[in-house]
C-alpha cells in the first residue's frame, strides 16, 4: 500500500506533465500535413506564388519562410488555435493569373492573383474571395513580400 506521501508525490507529478504537455501544446505550430519542395532560383514569380501557397494550404511554415520576404506564416496557426475554433480554413483556389508588374511605384514588385475558398479568415467572408499575392525580386529568387484580399 503506497503511503500519503508516495500518492502525493504521484498527483504532483501526474498534474507537471499534464501541464508540460499543455504548454507544448498550446504553444507549438499545427504539423505540416506534407513537404512542399522549394523551387529553384530560377522559378518565375507565377511558379512561386503558386509553391507558396500550395505551403499555406498544407500549412508548411518552413516553405512559406523559405519563399517570402519578410517571413510569410499568416496561415500557420498554433494548436490552441485550431482546438478553440480560431483556425483559419483554407479550402481551395481557383486559377493563378499571370503576374502583373505594378505601376512605377519603385518597389519593382509583381503581382499574382486568384481566388481562395476560405472558412474562419478575421476579416473575410466564408466562400470565395479574391486574393492576391505580391512577389518582389531577391537575390534568392522571387519571393512573396504581402498577400491579401484584391
Not at 3 to 13: E, F
Not at 112 to 141: C, I, K, Q, Y
Amino acid at each position: 500500500m503506497p503511503t500519503p506521501q508516495q500518492i502525493r508525490r504521484g498527483i504532483l507529478l501526474g498534474a507537471a506533465t499534464i501541464a508540460v504537455v499543455g504548454v507544448v501544446a498550446a504553444t507549438a505550430p499545427s504539423w505540416s500535413t506534407t513537404s512542399v519542395a522549394v523551387p529553384p532560383r530560377s522559378a518565375s514569380a507565377r511558379t512561386v506564388a503558386e509553391t507558396f501557397w500550395r505551403a499555406a494550404e498544407h500549412r508548411d511554415c518552413a516553405t512559406m519562410r523559405a519563399l517570402s520576404d519578410p517571413d510569410d506564416t499568416t496561415w500557420c496557426v498554433s494548436w490552441w488555435d485550431t482546438f478553440t475554433g480560431q483556425d483559419p480554413h483554407l479550402l481551395g483556389h481557383g486559377r493563378f493569373s499571370d503576374p502583373t508588374t505594378q505601376p512605377d511605384d519603385g518597389t519593382g514588385e509583381t503581382s499574382v492573383r486568384f481566388t481562395v475558398d476560405v472558412r474562419n479568415v478575421s476579416g473575410m467572408p466564408d466562400g470565395w474571395n479574391e486574393w492576391g499575392l505580391f512577389l518582389r525580386h531577391t537575390a534568392d529568387g522571387w519571393r512573396v513580400s504581402e498577400e491579401g484580399v484584391v
